[in-house]
């Protein structure tokens, strides 16, 4: 299984990024994809959460209205629209896949088992 997220660099604060998540080795339907975030000397936090058949999406409150997570299962991509984006969105971003159905679990890490790499997202002030 991979995940392989792209779409990060720097930005000024305000500016727009796309982030996607390109999986393989996994029926992609099958999983729920999440995105989280790590920013330097930080736990890693939860972004926003999509359902297997994009019809149910959760985000945390500090990003729901500025990011909109989206997917394309005939590609096996997930994708995370950025906007408005502030410094403090610093971090790593991070793509996983679970299969947990409970859409509260959605935002808990350890419910992923699997996980990218990670993309750098770095916004100026």
């Known amino acids: 299984v991979q995940l392989v997220e792209s779409g990060g660099g720097l930005v000024q604060a305000g500016d727009s990024l796309r982030l996607s998540c390109a999986a393989s080795?996994?029926?992609?339907?099958?999983?729920?994809i999440g995105w989280f975030r790590q920013a330097p000397g930080k736990g890693r936090e939860f972004v926003a959460a999509?359902?297997?058949?994009?019809?149910?999406?959760n985000y945390a409150d500090s990003m729901e209205g500025r990011f909109t997570i989206s997917r394309d299962n005939a590609k096996s991509t997930t994708y995370l629209q950025m906007n408005s984006l502030k410094p403090e969105d610093t971090a790593v971003y991070y793509c996983?896949?679970?299969?947990?159905?409970?859409?509260?679990?959605?935002?808990?890490?350890?419910?992923?088992?699997?996980w990218g790499q990670g993309t750098q997202v770095t916004v100026s002030s």
């Open positions: 080795g996994l029926t992609f339907r099958h999983y729920n």
């Open positions: 999509i359902s297997r058949s994009g019809g149910a999406t």
């Open positions: 996983a896949a679970t299969s947990t159905v409970g859409r509260s679990y959605w935002a808990v890490a350890d419910q992923y088992g699997y």
